[in-house]
């Protein structure tokens, strides 16, 4: 066993994750991420690790020369993110049933990453390996070596062999008292003796939940976001009040149009712009059909008879619309009632996707103030503010557009170090 707590990172995007990883006393010594600025975001907050920026297709030969050259002995951990884009909520046995006919298109290449992963996992053999991604990464099918359709995770568990023990779970940040309802599929294997006896005895290696949304006797509430953002200066998604950088460098907002903002101010608490009623002063009427969608051609599709007109006075409702170009009528924005929607106080955030400052991002607007969230209100329910996480390159501060990108990739660094902190008490002795 090594005696060192080393670390290799894969898919590591600008290292915010790995933030856990170090506050759990582990040592990341290298690292690969194949976009060239979030190897630079990586280098200026992990400048003891050594990165190979590429893809890793082509870098693994230089990734196993790199590792053996700088440690000598077997990583303590992998900890590997690979993406996989071409998720599907049908079972796996339909997708392969659906492949071996010929019926599928071919494999998103980004979901075969997992097999350059598991070549120098196999080649190095880490005591632990630690893999996160989406939960439908259960659902993943994929053409392995030989061209043979496999899901993913059996590929996993295939290729480690019978010296490793372990499983996937999927798991809710917010139970871990993180203020974020963010779903990730955590994989956990290890050949460790002491892992394994701690597996046989408990079945899992995740720790027990802290939080839950109904308390309980081992449980703390979920974290809301009144508690986690709620006491911070207020902003306004108007010229001249979207600014706060005395308070933060990151505390701003974008101006929104006026024209949205007419729609979002009007907006309730955990509603939908799309649900809006009529707010001329003389008619009032609350009763104007709703948005929703409906089944066509077995999918879901947003409707597109939703009213923008108040049925009883002909006003026109505050509701997502445009002005047609081509007939200078105006009609209904397409989108589901999740799009220009508040949050709500008393609740954890939904996942911050990379399209969190935008007012049309799924359930992301400001549950009281007229505005989306903040960077670093983004940096917070992410976690990855209490991680002194550093958004510049060379002193410089990175685009608003790639700090959105980075903290809606990343897994918050919180859930990270809790799972690196139970492996690492696990093997303690070892």
């Not at 053409?143 to 496999?150: A, M, T």
């Not at 899992?204 to 709620?230: C, D, M, N, Y």
């Not at 108007?238 to 005395?246: E, I």
């Not at 101010?265 to 008619?283: D, I, K, L, R, S």
């Amino acid at each position: 066993m090594p005696t060192n707590r080393t670390v290799l990172s894969l898919f590591s995007s600008a290292g915010i994750g790995e933030m856990g990883v170090e506050a759990a006393g582990l040592s990341i010594l290298l690292n690969n991420e194949l976009v060239q600025n979030r190897c630079a975001v990586y280098r200026e907050n992990h400048p003891n690790t050594h990165t190979i920026c590429g893809d890793i297709w082509e870098k693994e030969s230089e990734i196993l020369s790199a590792w053996r050259e700088r440690c000598g002995e077997s990583p303590f951990l992998v900890y590997a993110t690979p993406p996989c884009q071409g998720m599907s909520s049908n079972g796996a046995g339909k997708l392969l049933s659906e492949i071996r006919q010929g019926n599928r298109k071919p494999d998103d290449p980004r979901n075969r990453l997992i097999i350059p992963t598991m070549h120098i996992v196999k080649a190095l053999r880490p005591v632990w390996l630690l893999l996160e991604n989406v939960p439908t990464m259960g659902n993943t099918v994929i053409r392995d070596e030989n061209g043979k359709p496999v899901r993913i995770l059996n590929y996993i568990q295939r290729e480690l062999g019978e010296a490793y023990c372990g499983t996937a779970a999927v798991v809710n940040c917010a139970d871990y008292g993180i203020p974020q309802t963010r779903k990730r599929l955590i994989t956990i294997y290890t050949r460790s003796e002491h892992g394994k006896a701690y597996w046989s005895t408990h079945g899992t290696f995740l720790p027990p939940a802290t939080h839950s949304e109904v308390p309980t006797a081992s449980t703390e509430k979920w974290v809301s976001l009144r508690v986690a953002i709620g006491e911070l200066p207020p902003l306004d998604a108007r010229a001249g009040k979207n600014d706060r950088r005395d308070v933060h460098p990151w505390h701003f907002v974008p101006v929104m149009k006026a024209e949205k903002y007419w729609w979002m101010e009007n907006t309730p608490e955990g509603c939908t712009a799309y649900n809006n009623q009529c707010v001329n002063p003389a008619c009032g009427y609350q009763g104007n059909p709703l948005h929703g969608s409906k089944l066509e051609r077995g999918r879901h599709e947003a409707n597109k008879d939703t009213p923008i007109y108040c049925e009883k006075c002909g006003s026109l409702l505050p509701r997502p619309t445009l002005v047609d170009k081509a007939t200078g009528e105006r009609r209904l924005l397409k989108g589901y009632d999740t799009a220009y929607r508040r949050m709500e106080w008393d609740a954890p955030a939904p996942t911050l996707t990379q399209n969190f400052l935008f007012e049309a991002s799924d359930k992301k607007v400001h549950p009281e103030q007229t505005r989306v969230l903040s960077i670093y209100e983004a940096l917070i329910l992410q976690t990855i503010a209490a991680y002194n996480f550093s958004l510049t390159i060379r002193g410089e501060y990175i685009s608003k557009n790639l700090c959105a990108e980075i903290i809606g990739e990343s897994v918050p660094p919180r859930l990270i170090e809790i799972l690196c902190r139970q492996i690492v008490s696990i093997s303690k002795d070892e």
